[in-house]
């Protein structure tokens, strides 16, 4: 089997993009992989682009062949965009893997592990005219309500505004008053996330901690940009008992790999359109 062609697909979601990318093979089997990267669509698709001649003509079933094929090509390595590319193209493969042989990819990944995933519901989800509602702690709470009444029993939270500074007070006193109003409307028996969107220095993160720390969050996300794992690992150690999430903007194991050894995270996040997909995952 030959990898004839590769496509990306975008679809418009209005806040964002979704770039999906289409594998085609001389076996009549088509793969699907997705490599969306928020307000960086152009950039995704032209390394798509890039990415597809070296992989045209091989077998889709040799993936870590052609992972390395796409991955080593050049001087420069792949960064978040080039490697989004390559995850999705990776994804696809795994697709066109899994039917031709009629399994599904778990099975080819060693067999599943869990029957059933527990699922959270992020309170910004599906509010085009508010976003993340962070500003409205009103209409967290409110939200967070909705969650319950769908049956979930976690959800995440941004409690800190979208674009103001985090170096005062103010946002403090914010992310306050938004966990108190979420905690009293779903009670103590939910679960709750907060993140922080690396957006806040490590003094400032540990702040944040202590005022969340009576609302018991499950873990409080990217705390510190991801590339200061050094600030990760001074919040984790000044905040015990509330566990550190992060990976979402990392790229490949290697970049996993000082998290771990430092000791900076308890919740390693990868996702598997940006870190180089599946098996590297």
């Not at 999906?20 to 490599?35: L, P, R, S, Y």
């Not at 307000?39 to 698709?45: C, E, I, L, M, P």
């Not at 959270?120 to 319950?148: C, F, I, K, V």
């Amino acid at each position: 089997m030959k990898i004839t062609g590769i496509s990306a697909v975008v679809v418009n979601a209005q806040m964002r993009n979704w770039v999906f990318v289409k594998v085609e093979t001389d076996a009549g089997i088509t793969g699907w992989g997705e490599a969306s990267l928020e307000w960086k669509t152009r950039g995704v698709v032209g390394c798509i682009e890039d990415l597809a001649p070296m992989a045209v003509g091989l077998d889709p079933r040799r993936i870590e062949h052609l992972y390395q094929v796409m991955n080593r090509h050049a001087f420069f390595r792949a960064g978040v965009v080039g490697m989004s590319a390559l995850s999705g193209i990776e994804q696809a493969c795994w697709d066109i893997f899994g039917k031709s042989l009629g399994v599904p990819v778990y099975q080819l990944l060693g067999g599943n592990v869990r029957d059933y995933i527990r699922m959270y519901d992020h309170l910004g989800g599906g509010e085009m005219n508010a976003l993340y509602l962070q500003d409205q702690p009103e209409r967290m709470a409110e939200r967070a309500r909705e969650s319950l009444a769908d049956g979930y029993d976690a959800i995440k939270v941004l409690v800190v505004p979208m674009a103001e500074p985090l170096d005062s007070m103010a946002p403090l006193r914010h992310a306050d008053r938004c966990m108190a109003a979420i905690r009293e409307a779903v009670g103590d028996d939910i679960d709750i996330m907060v993140d922080l969107h690396g957006r806040t220095t490590p003094a400032m993160a540990i702040q944040f901690g202590e005022v969340l720390r009576p609302y018991r969050p499950w873990f409080m996300e990217e705390p510190c940009p991801p590339e200061n794992v050094g600030g990760m690992v001074e919040v984790a150690q000044a905040l015990p008992g509330i566990p550190i999430a992060t990976g979402e903007r990392l790229v490949t194991r290697f970049q996993f790999r000082e998290l771990f050894e430092r000791r900076a995270c308890a919740v390693a996040q990868p996702d598997l359109c940006h870190c180089g997909g599946l098996w590297e995952a």
